[in-house]
């Protein structure tokens, strides 16, 4: 029985840690510059498509036709070679293998671009306008961003494999004490949980230790105090709105071989991001982050057949079930502070 | 006894908040037809006292009650069905609507409840209430700008109107917070005329202020905070001559 | 008349009367004088009427109103499946059955404010599109879709001895409902919906409305419990959306979970939004420019747009349709976003406002006596 609720929980660690991350993204933007991004979602689909482009890219070929032999069916027989592996080599295999972790270090540099562009460009003429316009702002350049990725990329999802080395499974079980082959995990799903862990430690570390973060928690406590201190804190929201667009991006990019992305992958997980950030608490971090887990690990329980067969249909539902229930019984969700976003 | 026509009691209140004790042991009798000032300097706690008269904050302890009704725990609606208008320290209005419509809604409210469906009528069929609305703009003097946007009003027209608002209820209580805050001497002079304008009507009266040409053109009695407690309680004369209150609050104005 | 209506909305009225059932005249220049497509401009058209009663008036924004055009759908389908083909017990039975949800919805979502309330209809009307796929699936008949059958049983139709030969189809008294009698039955209820929003915003009902949008913490001071005000405001609006489901199963007997989903709620959001939020006219023809948009562009293809570039340079032609076809046939929704984005920045009051503007900027160029009435009422 152990095993079984063990397995489950492990099952819901990978949900949770995207939740975990897009709901910390969405957080920061709204608890910093105090705007509901519904373009959230599509950072995350933006970061996802920049490891899709990074191995298209990676596996451009050459066609070379060698003479000297033949196809089964007598056509000279055409060679294709990816261009890395040309010119890197046994390197450049690896690198096409690895696509998928290599493509982050273009990703960051992109999704910075991207979000601050995006501040610079439309989002800080919201600030003072009402979050009922900042919802259809972003909601709208949601749609563009989908649709340009889907006219570039096409409707289908787009498989991305994960490096062949780390293809098996773990064997948590036979780690902590059970016997081998009980409790077994998918390898990139672990290694998907404790990237999170690091980029979640790293964001809140960031926040903790640094004079930027340090201002920028003030911010987010009392925007009006810090802005009267004569800080610039316009600038650091700036950047603030890249990170967040950055961790978007990572957690997408680390998603690929899990689920295939489609254009539609942002919408797909913004809901469900915003129902996180709610039952979190608007504007608290640590809240986002607990929710995001609790959630992807109930959605795992739900989906058990023994709990479909006492409530049917609860895992189609559970989130959202457990979202109108906190926000009824526990207003400002699990950790929000009271007056946050009630007008 | 004048304990035959006390209208609001705010009795043996005390708020604290953590470990600050914002409001100590408040006793306060408030007559019938009387204007009551409270005064004080700042953060003495005036504010605080008019959020729990309100029912906005819950005292710590003791209670706020208003003719033979505790006004603790009630809603402000209800409160306000009970015959008490407020006045904000920064006006609440209703910024995208004309000035008439502003001062015809509380008229609806004392008309027809806290909810009515009247959603078949025309609006412009309610001649009574328009008219209504109508002549207490011209009370105020403000009939001229009627069909203007209320947000767009000089601060001043915005204080005027807001009263006007209360006024239309014909309310038993009418608490005014700070009703001169940031207005120019001119605003300030004819909010003042206004005011005792309305005081012939017999209307009682809770008026925070800490501009001493406001409170003392206008009180019939003054309560005087400092620092959560009532340290004096009287007619403007007395007060004026109470040597507490000029070390407390005076001493350092002249 | 006085009392019952002023003059300048009885004009309005008339005018929109006008316009409505003229429209399978004046839209036929545009390609879109066919009778399916101008049935879906009345039920979009209903359906965003009623979103604005609730957005426009009370400012609460409900991300879950497909929910309950949704629920009218399906409400309309067994109606016709148990009932009769007739249309009319059909819209009863949907409109009271979709308000009945709304009620409940909206007790529970308008406990909350600001996001926490679109969040609450969002998930609530996530919970039963989900349901609706899956444990629902004996009332929706799940992907499928709900359909008519020739084993309905359809009590009345059999009690007064009715049958049908082939297909069954919805009825009015008798009439079959497809085609412009289909548009006629959708556009009078358009025009009822119309002149009931009317009612309302220029009620003393419509002004608190107004004011609870305006100021709410001023309203419950003033003596009104607003919670009652904004409750009945949505369900007004949650019949309204049922009322245009009906109307949509009416011309296409056939009820799917897909309506429910928070897309299909954004989209009447983008309909209001676009016309002009809190304006009488503006959402329904947010709604018509929308799906006139989905038609057009949705079925332009690159032969179509190789012959309309053709007047140009050859190399140069090639090029413009490859940037152009970008923005259309399935691509189409790129331009919506792209046009929606715009109105928000630059236009949030939405073409309404537009056309207020252009009508202001006349005025001011216009003869020197015009000049005198933009100035408010004078001392």
């Known amino acids: 029985m152990f095993e079984v609720i063990f397995l489950q929980f492990l099952n819901g660690l990978d949900k949770g840690a995207a939740y975990a991350l897009i709901a910390l993204g969405l957080t920061l933007v709204f608890g910093t510059l105090g705007v509901v991004n519904f373009a959230h979602g599509a950072l995350f689909m933006l970061g996802a498509f920049c490891a899709v482009m990074f191995r298209q890219f990676l596996t451009l070929e050459t066609v070379t036709i060698d003479p000297t032999q033949t196809s089964p069916w007598g056509a000279p027989l055409e060679i294709r070679t990816p261009l890395v592996q040309a010119w890197f080599g046994d390197f450049g295999a690896v690198l096409v293998n690895y696509s998928v972790p290599f493509s982050i270090l273009i990703t960051i540099p992109i999704m910075l671009l991207v979000g601050i562009a995006l501040e610079r460009g439309i989002i800080k003429h919201f600030y003072k306008r009402p979050h009922a316009e900042q919802i259809l702002v972003t909601f709208g350049l949601a749609i563009v961003a989908q649709e340009v990725i889907k006219s570039i990329f096409g409707p289908n999802p787009i498989p991305q494999p994960m490096p062949t080395d780390l293809r098996g499974a773990a064997d948590i079980g036979s780690w902590i004490g059970f016997q081998a082959n009980v409790i077994t995990y998918p390898l990139w799903r672990l290694i998907y949980f404790l990237f999170s862990v690091i980029i979640i430690g790293g964001v809140f570390a960031f926040l903790q230790f640094t004079t930027f973060g340090m201002v920028v928690r003030a911010g987010m406590a009392d925007r009006e105090t810090v802005g009267l201190l004569g800080i610039n804190i316009d600038r650091r929201f700036t950047i603030m709105f890249g990170l967040a667009a950055v961790v978007a991006g990572m957690a997408g990019v680390m998603y690929t071989p899990l689920l295939p992305p489609n254009y539609h992958l942002g919408m797909d997980f913004l809901v469900l991001s915003f129902v996180v950030v709610v039952v979190g608490g608007m504007g608290s971090l640590p809240g986002a982050v607990a929710a995001g887990f609790l959630l992807g690990i109930l959605q795992s329980f739900a989906s058990m057949t023994q709990i479909k067969a006492i409530v049917p249909g609860i895992d189609q539902i559970i989130i959202y079930l457990v979202a109108v229930v906190i926000l009824l019984v526990r207003p400002r969700g699990l950790m929000g502070r009271r007056g946050v976003m009630e007008n | ?254 | 008349m006085t009392n019952f209506m002023s003059r300048n909305d009885l004009l309005l009225l008339v005018g929109f009367t006008a316009v409505v059932l003229t429209m399978p005249i004046w839209l036929t220049p545009f390609g879109a004088g066919y009778p399916d497509l101008l049935q879906r401009f009345m039920i979009f058209g209903i359906f965003a009427v009623g979103f604005n009663i609730l957005f426009g008036l009370t400012g609460y924004l409900s991300f879950g109103h497909a929910a309950f055009f949704g629920v009218g759908s399906y409400a309309a389908v067994w109606s016709f499946k148990l009932l009769t083909l007739d249309a009319i017990p059909a819209m009863i039975f949907a409109v009271l059955i979709s308000g009945l949800f709304a009620l409940i919805i909206g007790f529970l979502s308008l406990r909350r404010s600001g996001i926490y309330f679109s969040i609450l209809t969002l998930a609530f009307a996530q919970m039963s599109y989900n349901l609706a796929y899956s444990v629902l699936t004996p009332i929706t008949n799940g992907e499928t879709g709900l359909q008519l059958t020739l084993s309905d049983p359809r009590v009345l139709d059999a009690a007064i001895g009715q049958s049908f030969v082939g297909q069954p189809v919805p009825t009015l008294l008798g009439q079959q409902l497809g085609g412009y009698a289909g548009f006629y039955f959708c556009a009078g209820f358009l025009i009822l919906s119309f002149f009931f929003a009317q009612r309302v915003a220029g009620s003393p009902f419509g002004m608190m409305l107004k004011s609870i949008k305006s100021n709410q913490t001023r309203m419950q001071f003033t003596g009104f419990n607003t919670r009652p005000y904004a409750l009945s405001a949505f369900v007004i609006s949650g019949m309204y959306a049922g009322l245009a489901g009906a109307l949509l199963a009416v011309t296409d007997p056939l009820a799917g979970a897909e309506r429910m989903q928070w897309t299909a709620s954004g989209e009447v959001v983008l309909m209001t939004i676009l016309g002009g939020v809190g304006t009488l006219v503006g959402p329904v023809i947010g709604a018509w420019i929308i799906k006139y948009f989905e038609n057009i562009l949705s079925a332009l293809n690159d032969n179509i747009l190789t012959q309309f570039w053709s007047f140009l340079p050859e190399g140069f032609a090639e090029i413009v349709v490859k940037v152009t076809s970008k923005f259309v046939g399935d691509g189409w929704h790129l331009t919506l976003g792209l046009v929606f984005v715009i109105i928000v920045i630059f236009l949030p009051g939405g073409i309404m406002e537009g056309v207020r503007r252009i009508a202001a900027v006349a005025r001011r160029s216009g003869p020197p006596g015009a000049k005198s009435h933009q100035h408010q009422p004078a001392e």
Not at chain 2, 29 to 37: I, L, M, P, R, S
Not at chain 2, 124 to 136: G, K, L, Q, V, Y
Not at chain 2, 193 to 214: A, F, P
Request: hydrophobic content about 40%; some cysteine; charged content about 25%.
């Open chain 2, 1 to 254: 006894m004048a304990n035959s026509n006390i209208v609001l009691h705010v009795a043996d209140v005390h708020k604290r908040f953590g470990g600050l004790h914002a409001l100590a042991d408040i006793d306060l009798q408030v007559e019938e037809g009387k204007t009551h000032a409270i005064i004080g300097p700042n953060g003495a706690g005036k504010s605080t006292l008019l959020n729990v008269i309100i029912g906005k904050l819950a005292p710590s302890s003791g209670q706020v009650v208003f003719d033979g009704a505790v006004l603790t725990g009630r809603k402000p609606y209800q409160i306000n069905q009970l015959g008490i208008a407020r006045v904000f320290q920064t006006p609440e209005i209703f910024s995208d609507l004309s000035v008439l419509h502003n001062v015809m809604i509380p008229a609806f409210a004392k008309r027809d409840g806290t909810f009515t469906l009247n959603m078949l009528r025309a609006l412009d069929s309610e001649t009574t209430i328009r008219e209504e609305a109508e002549h207490m703009l011209e009370d105020v003097g403000m009939l001229n700008r009627r069909d203007m946007q209320a947000g767009s009003l000089s601060r001043g027209d915005k204080r005027r109107m807001e009263l006007a608002m209360c006024l239309i209820q014909h309310p038993r209580l009418l608490l005014l917070d700070e009703p001169t805050a940031g207005m120019s001497r001119h605003d300030t002079n004819t909010t003042i005329e206004l005011l005792q304008k309305i005081k012939s009507r017999g209307m009682t009266k809770v008026i925070i202020e800490h501009d001493m040409h406001v409170v003392f053109s206008l009180a019939d009695k003054i309560s005087v905070l400092a620092q959560g407690r009532i340290i004096a309680d009287g007619s403007p004369d007395e007060v004026r001559g109470n040597p507490k209150v000029q070390e407390a609050y005076l001493g350092g104005a002249h």
